[in-house]
């Protein structure tokens, strides 16, 4: 229950969790290390969300968190331009999708979009782009920063990404040193003692 301020309910300010680099140590962070007060979410409301209502109806998909509802749809806003896209299994005819993330996350409704865009010359046109999604992020997604993935093949510094529970802020991960693979050595023949 929200706490009261003289009989009035204190109204709860949304979080946002930055998943991606640390600007001052620039190393990847965990999601749960970083959080941050945001803007409101205009979730379930405004003009963007019911974009993506109007294009889950037109796709004559189940209405957004009802019991039969199991697909995702997302909008992408970049350089002027609109982009919609819904999860693989609900794409007819199916948008081929060439972008480097995890394997989960290129079935998703974010990946269609991202890719909509690049292959409509989207690539590098901006530094920020907008996000608004009808289903919260899945980890593969979230936590595990497919949605970062995504905004490094679209070449930006960050997709905000507006969804029910709120809004967050997703960068590019960064490429983590490997060892280096030993060489090998040749063949190596062991003899047993006796034989």
């Known amino acids: 229950m929200p706490k009261t301020n003289g009989g009035k309910k204190k109204k709860k300010t949304p979080k946002t969790t ?15 290390q970083l959080t941050f007060t945001a ?5 379930p409301g405004g003009k963007d969300f019911a974009d993506v209502a109007a294009e889950r109806k037109r796709l004559a998909l189940p209405a957004a968190g ?12 970049i350089d002027g331009k609109s982009y919609y896209g819904v999860n ?7 948008t081929p999708i060439t972008l480097t993330a995890n ?16 292959n409509d010359g ?10 608004w999604v009808d289903r919260d992020a899945c980890s593969s997604c979230g936590i595990y920063n497919g949605i970062g993935s995504l905004a490094r093949e679209l070449g930006a510094k960050e997709i905000i990404v507006h969804s ?32």
């Open 18 to 32: 930055l998943v991606g680099i640390s600007k001052k140590t620039k190393k990847a962070v965990p999601p749960k």
């Open 39 to 43: 803007s409101k979410c205009p979730f």
């Open 66 to 77: 009802s019991n039969s509802d199991t697909s995702t749809v997302a909008k992408l806003k």
């Open 88 to 94: 693989s299994s609900n794409q007819n005819p199916k």
């Open 103 to 118: 394997a989960q996350t290129k079935t998703h409704a974010e990946a269609e979009v991202v890719q909509k865009a690049i």
């Open 122 to 131: 989207k690539k590098g046109k901006a530094d920020s782009v907008e996000m």
């Open 164 to 195: 029910p529970s709120g809004t967050h802020v997703f960068t590019p991960p960064t490429s983590i040193p490997r060892a280096k693979k030993p060489k090998p050595l040749g063949l190596l023949v062991i003899k047993k003692k006796g034989k």
